[in-house]
């Protein structure tokens, strides 16, 4: 039979699903536990080169670029290099200043999206160099980079990106952890991470097993017009693609907004009709967190938060919808953040009766400028 989604009611749910496996083929050949960092051959430098990169730009579109984010702030945290992601589609347009010393990412699951593509050939007129984070085997991008990582995602369908988008993380902190041991991450810290990135592919199994208690969440997250996703640093990249996902499937407006920010603005639009989804980690930043929940409890502002066992919310727990998921490595926490938002973001359009696989106005890849 042809490629279908068998069982599930769409391609988006089959993929999400599939995710603790792919996980598991992204990470398998490309661990060393001995040494605790990433083995992946794929990207053509030896430890001199790699030692040698004094920053990171990471291009990619839609989704791509939201993981880009998260990958910059892993290797910023990891290796100490300073790394930003930028939408590719705007890069070009800017006469970029292309360093001989910079390593080029670009991201992409199709690796035909034109925007990416012509950011790479961008780069590589003027003589960069530049490493692809890519899932379709032989795809344009493919073809055009100096080497990279192939995700091993599988075939994805849904416009939704879901188990490219984890794959793609995944890839980055393989990559981050490398570019960290040729520096001053230590096999101690390495090791750690490696174990913490082995079991990852388990816990996003448990999470995903909370579907049903999502679900409910999902609902009535569905009926506002309008919500907010709130983050800082490691949480922010989360909070904005778990904006686009909800936006792409529901037709909702949903908003990312640091939420160290809402006291510059947008404050003045919380209500009882308009929710926030807040990422809450266990980590440095959580009391700050904490408190600013609180101010949105305190304006009537429904909550769902996605945070660790054992955080304690404060005054906002009891107007809160609260979806803990599994700790991590910190450095590691965003993937497991991310994936609760893809189940909300499916249940909402799924209760909204819309086509999920095929969103309106949307292309699952964007070939055309
Ligand atoms: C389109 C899709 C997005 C996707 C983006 C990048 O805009 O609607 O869901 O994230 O392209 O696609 P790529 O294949 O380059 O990852």
Redesign the pocket.
């Known amino acids: 039979a042809a490629y279908d989604a068998g069982e599930h009611d769409s391609f988006m749910h089959k993929e999400m699903l599939e995710q603790p496996a792919r996980a598991e083929a992204v990470l398998r050949g490309r661990l060393d536990e001995r040494f605790g960092t990433g083995h992946l051959g794929g990207l053509n430098l030896d430890a001199r080169e790699l030692r040698a990169i004094r920053r990171v730009k990471i291009l990619?579109?839609?989704?791509?670029?939201?993981v880009g984010e998260m990958g910059a702030s892993l290797i910023e945290e990891l290796a100490r290099v300073p790394a930003d992601a930028e939408p590719?589609s705007e890069f070009r347009y800017r006469n970029p200043i292309i360093e001989p010393d910079t390593l080029y990412v670009a991201?992409?699951?199709?690796?035909?999206?034109i925007?990416?593509l012509l950011a790479v050939q961008e780069v590589r007129r003027k003589g960069g160099r530049v490493i692809g984070l890519v899932?379709?085997v032989g795809s344009a991008?493919a073809r055009e980079v100096d080497g990279g990582i192939y995700l091993h995602a599988g075939p994805e369908v849904a416009?939704?990106?879901t188990k490219?988008?984890t794959n793609?993380y995944l890839a980055f902190a393989m990559l981050a952890i490398q570019l960290g041991r040729v520096r001053d991450l230590s096999i101690a810290d390495g090791r750690r991470l490696i174990a913490g990135l082995t079991a990852l592919p388990g816990q996003i199994e448990q999470v995903l097993a909370t579907e049903p208690q999502l679900a409910l969440v999902a609902h009535r997250l569905a009926e506002a017009e309008s919500l907010f996703f709130v983050g800082r640093v490691r949480g922010f990249p989360v909070a904005r693609e778990g904006a686009?996902k909800f936006k792409?499937i529901s037709y909702r407006h949903a908003e990312a907004y640091q939420t160290s920010e809402l006291k510059h603005g947008p404050l003045a639009l919380i209500s009882p009709q308009v929710p926030t989804v807040a990422i809450v980690p266990d980590d440095e930043l959580v009391e700050r967190n904490v408190a600013a929940l609180e101010q949105i409890a305190a304006r009537g502002g429904p909550l769902v938060v996605v945070t660790h066992e054992g955080v304690d919310l404060g005054d906002a727990a009891a107007k809160a919808d609260r979806i803990d998921v599994p700790r991590s490595e910190r450095e590691l926490d965003p993937i497991l953040l991310t994936i609760p938002l893809q189940v909300l973001a499916y249940h909402a359009a799924l209760s909204l009766g819309h086509d999920i696989d095929k969103?309106r106005n949307?292309?699952?890849?964007?070939t055309v400028e």
Do not use: F, H, R, W
Not at 60 to 66: E, L, Q, T, V
Not at 107 to 113: A, F, N, R, Y
């Open positions: 990619g579109c839609g989704s791509a670029y939201y590719a991201v992409s699951q199709s690796g035909e999206t925007d990416t899932n379709v991008i416009v939704a990106s490219a988008l793609m686009q792409e969103p949307l292309a699952k890849s964007v």
